[in-house]
RNA sequence: GGGCUUGUAGUUCAGUUGGUCAGAACACAUCGCUUAUAACGGUGUUGUCGCAGGUUCGAGUCCUGCCAAGCCUACCA
């Protein structure tokens, strides 16, 4: 015969593929605006994703940690900010464009720079619709149908620039970069690819000259290169001030280097050696040496200079400095004001004003100039070396380093005022602020010219000669382009120069890292973010882009709390890359496991660190996933069909330790929005869910739940209890899992008006018991110790159900819980508790004690309870039919 | 090559200032409930704490070196 009990009853599902429905919803009510409406602001500060790709598992983790973020502070009752952005121009996608006009059989020069740079924009309004797509199906709220982009935001940007321009922090200077003599332009870093190349390596001897030095004078320096061509372009010596280096006696010369490249440089001889001296290389810093070309008419007297880069891995120690054809070169001639020379063209041809090999390609004058260095007896050795060299990845031919101008900006001072405010930031890591001031710290002056079309046009008139820039212009510049739009600069800006002799229009454009920059002027108008979250490469990009820009005049950070996350890498560590075939694509996990899981997911990761993927740990998440719906759907189960009521003062212990651990959780809720990091609170709230609701609290009301009168006051706190749970619960996993806790808000108080995501969470009174926590821990130690002895029991087939038992525990520990508790706790059917052994013994007799080692003055004896079973609440009792008392009554 | 960071059971992680710190959960195995049942509960197994030295009475915890990985940067005459 089966007897009715009251079972949980919902409609609430296990999983749900309810997403779409959620969304429209949210969509529907304007869910972002409605969020909008409240006093307090928090606003997050977007840094705006490039706009070339479908969104990858960096995005979501970026974008589903800001949501979290924003809908958490929502649920503390903040009013959200945050408007999406995308990060339009640059490189990356000027060549995708042109690869793709390639595939079309079409060709870059075939359209003009307004309608290339058309192509560009629709290429990135493309990608920017599937990411905003992606974006919002990750359960990300925001103000999409205003986002910016830094496209439609160009003529904001050029303000911004020209304020720099007016307070003289732009200038025109030099620099170093990657060019191409076949394409005749200067080369980024991303379109350069290293192959090994042949090339010529000569060790060439320099006479010394430097007369006070009588013990050295005619002796003669060795440089080795790989470069010959850029030897007349020489303009110093590098050694270092710390290497030992040895004169010897060569083939009645005497020649210098270091000491550790002296059977290196033999081998290039191939001749033997009288050694006779050894000195530190400081001894040479200062002395002069004669040009190698100096009999060719190049009468220089460069200087000796120390480097600290100067290194003893090949050569000889001491290093030929051509200020024009190098980084370091140009470093260490800016240091001490050493010429840099301009004798090749665009072409890579020498000027014609040179010598012997005017006018001629520089590889191949190589030879010549071998040859010559031959006959002005100046070259050791000469032999060839494969080495890694860098190329272009288009023509494939060898690139060079040659000095360009370009526009920079002066950064001293912003770097000071950055550094002056730098606490009124909380970094999050803190470690993240000695990286940032380390990277500050070593940055030069900003370039901010690129040689490219696709950005924002850095609209100047500039003179020809002394790149003084005309700033009475700028008014001017400005009103043109505000009505003919920023394509048109590469056509009015000759007639606007017209205007001006002697000044001359700048073609570059801006600095991509300038665009993002100056986001806090078109996006933020000067207001302070509460948070900037990006990946720690940012350290060197947004975030440091963005410091200096709001510190241009006055100290002052844009951010107040700065917080960075790791980098997606799979479950070896490893970085996600197409050759690894590790990638994930995130819109596919959502289509599959839905946008919950993958919140939860993220929401897991301790982000600071690397964030490790694999489907395993998925599927680990997919469980607590699980978790939290079960969780959710058995108490709305339990509560809905169901009266409940009661207040505080009136509960059990058990009762009122539940509603303690819901306080405490409240609070780690709050903590864990304020400090912006939630794995801790996942990992607590699923603890919360399998250990003290699941595997306890649950399993123990089951009874009073089922088969109690409904009516009855016990059912009805129990249940009153289960709604405070529910009530915070669905708020806390809000944040989290924004769709399965809308479905159990609608459950709870039916759907079409509000949302979850409007609430705030509970101001509840300190539940929290320390007393009547200290005596559940007690409870839940007997408990454990009581479990293990009814295990052996089972074992032996003494019993299956726990309720087929009836225990006895000596202890002393249990003062102040009464035995009905304690039996309802333990899920028994009969339950003595004696205070000493002796007493134990007066009643059963002489018996063997089960107790553990970790739990003292605990002993616990159990055995089979003797009755009928109850049919309907399975407690056995003496004397009994098929049901006991309580179930008679509830029943009839 | 340099700067910052990380490395604890199969997995994800806890381990405060060096002294019950070798733990939790999941997974796995197994038993039970059949009244959360495409659920729930009990019990059990698992580790040279990246490797090698050092400091100390004592180190996962401090120091040094090395290895592996991530971000940034320099990739060299």
Same mark, same amino acid.
């Given at each position: 015969?089966?007897?009715p ?30 969020l ?29 940690m800001?949501?979290?973020f ?50 560009c ?32 935001s ?24 990657i ?12 379109e ?38 850029t030897l007349?372009?020489n ?9 030992e ?33 050894k ?22 007297e ?41 004798l ?28 010559k260095l031959?006959?002005?007896?100046v070259l ?20 060079i380093?040659r ?16 550094l ?23 940055r030069?002056?900003?370039?901010i010219s ?24 700028i ?22 120069? /017209?205007?001006h002799?002697? +000044?001359?229009?700048?073609? =570059?454009?801006?600095?991509? !890292? $300038?665009? @993002?920059? *100056?986001s %806090? ?5 000067? /207001?302070?973010?509460?948070? +900037?979250?990006?990946?720690? =490469?940012?350290?060197?990009? !947004? $975030?440091? @882009?963005? *410091?200096? %820009? ?5 100290? /002052?950070?844009?951010?107040?709390n ?15 890359s ?9 819109m596919?996990l ?18 600071i ?30 509560v ?9 003062e009136?509960?059990?212990?058990l ?8 306080y405490?959780?409240?609070q ?6 304020d400090?912006?990091s939630?794995?801790k ?38 249940r ?18 924004p ?51 009814l ?21 002393r ?19 003595t ?16 004690l ?43």
């Open positions: 015969m089966k007897y009990v009251a079972l949980p009853k919902t409609s609430f599902p296990i999983s749900s593929s309810n997403h779409d429905n959620i969304l429209n919803f949210w969509k529907k009510i304007n869910l972002y605006k409605r909008t409406q409240r006093s307090e602001e928090f606003l997050l500060h977007d840094g705006p994703p490039f706009a070339n790709g479908s969104p990858h598992m960096g995005h979501a983790v970026n974008k589903i800001k949501d979290i924003n809908r958490g502070k929502a649920l503390l009752g903040y009013k959200i900010n945050y408007i999406p952005g995308w990060d339009c121009h640059g490189l990356p996608i000027e060549s995708a464009v042109e690869s793709n006009l390639k595939k079309a059989g079409k060709r870059r020069s075939d359209f003009s720079i307004q309608q290339f740079r058309e192509l924009r629709d290429f990135a309004n493309e990608w920017i619709n599937v990411q905003k797509d992606g974006f919002i199906k990750m359960g990300v709220i925001g103000d999409f149908d205003h986002a910016y982009t830094t496209m439609q160009q003529f904001d940007i050029l303000k911004e620039l020209h304020k720099f321009v007016q307070d003289d922090l732009v200038y025109r200077g030099f620099k170093p970069t060019w191409s003599c076949s394409e005749a332009t200067a080369l980024a870093e991303a350069v690819e290293y192959y090994d190349k042949t090339s010529n390596s000569v060790d060439v001897k320099l006479e010394i000259i430097s007369k006070d030095r009588t013990d050295l004078l005619g002796a003669k320096l060795v440089i080795w290169t790989t470069t010959p061509w007349p372009a303009r110093a010596v590098a050694c270092s001030r710390e290497f280096y040895v004169l010897l006696e060569l083939a009645g010369e005497k020649l210098i280097v270091a000491s550790e490249l002296l059977d290196n440089f033999m081998q290039r001889t191939k001749k033997t050696y009288t050694l006779i001296d000195f530190r290389g400081h001894d040479l810093v200062d002395l002069h040496v004669k040009h190698p070309f100096y009999d060719l008419g190049i009468q220089l460069v200087p000796v200079l120390h480097s600290d880069h100067v290194s003893l891995d090949q050569g000889t120690g001491l290093v030929h400095i051509a200020p024009s054809h190098g980084e370091e070169d140009f470093v260490l001639g800016k240091q001490y004001n050493l010429e840099v020379t301009e090749i063209d665009n072409n890579g041809k020498y000027i014609d004003s040179l010598a012997l090999i005017g006018g001629k390609d520089i590889f191949e004058s190589e030879n010549i100039i071998i040859e031959r006959e002005l007896n050791e050795a000469h032999n060839k070396i494969v080495h890694s060299y860098p190329h272009s990845w288009r023509s494939r031919k060898p690139l380093y000095v360009t101008p370009q526009w920079f900006i002066s950064v001293d001072q912003m770097k000071k005022n950055v002056q405010v730098i606490d009124q930031v909380n970094w999050i890591p803190e470690f993240g602020k000695n990286r940032f001031i380390s990277m500050l710290e070593s030069g002056d900003w370039c690129r040689q490219r079309v696709w950005g924002v046009p850095l609209a100047i008139l500039y003179h020809e000669e002394t790149g003084e820039i005309l700033k009475e212009a008014p001017e510049i400005q009103n043109l382009l505000l009505s003919e739009g920023m394509d048109k600069w590469w056509d009015i800006a000759s007639e606007v120069a /017209k205007k002799p002697g +000044y001359v229009p700048c073609y =570059d454009i801006v600095d991509v !890292w $300038f665009e @993002s920059g *100056a %806090q002027e078109y996006v933020l108008h000067g /207001k302070r973010a509460d948070v +900037y979250f990006e990946g720690s =490469d940012q350290h060197r990009g !947004w $975030f440091q @882009s963005s *410091a200096l %820009q709001a510190s241009r005049v006055i100290p /002052k950070m844009p951010y107040k700065l917080i960075t996350h790791g980098f997606v890498v799979d479950n070896k560590g490893r970085k996600m197409k050759s690894l075939g590790n990638g994930v694509d995130p596919e959502i289509a599959k496991h839905g946008p919950d899981l993958v919140r939860l997911w993220v929401a897991s990761q301790n982000y660190e690397d964030i490790k993927w694999s489907l395993e740990h998925l599927n680990r998440v997919k469980d607590i996933e699980k978790r939290f719906r079960n969780t959710m759907k058995y108490m709305l189960g339990s809905i069909p169901f009266s409940y009521e009661g207040c505080y009136e509960m059990q212990l009762e009122k330790w539940v509603l303690g651990r819901v405490q959780l409240n780690e809720f709050k903590n864990a929005v400090s912006f939630t794995y609170f996942v990992k607590n709230l699923f603890l919360f869910c399998t250990v003290d609701l699941s595997a306890f609290y649950f399993d123990i009301r089951k009874d009073i739940l089922y088969c109690e009168d409904v009516n009855s006051p016990l059912p009805k706190q129990v009153m209890v289960l709604k405070h749970i529910l009530d915070n619960f669905i708020r806390w996993i809000a944040p989290i899992m769709f399965a806790s809308e479905e159990a808000w609608m459950e709870m108080y039916g759907s079409g008006v509000n949302s979850v995501h409007e609430q705030t969470i509970l101001n509840l009174p300190n539940w929290s018991d320390k007393d009547i926590d200290v005596s559940m821990a007690t409870v839940r130690e007997v408990r454990k110790v009581v479990t293990s002895a295990e052996i029991m089972r074992e032996r087939k003494e019993i299956n159900s726990s309720l087929d038992a009836e225990v006895h525990i000596i202890t520990k249990l003062n102040g819980v009464s035995l009905l508790d304690m039996k309802q706790i333990l899920i028994v059917s009969g339950l508790i004696y205070n000493c052994e002796q007493d134990f013994y007066d009643n059963e007799g002489k018996r063997d089960y107790s553990t080692a970790d739990v003292d003055d605990v002993q616990v004896f159990c055995k089979k309870v003797s009755g009928n079973k109850c049919e309907r609440c399975k407690h056995v009792h003496a004397g009994i039919a098929d049901l006991c008392d309580r179930c008679f009554k509830v029943v009839s």
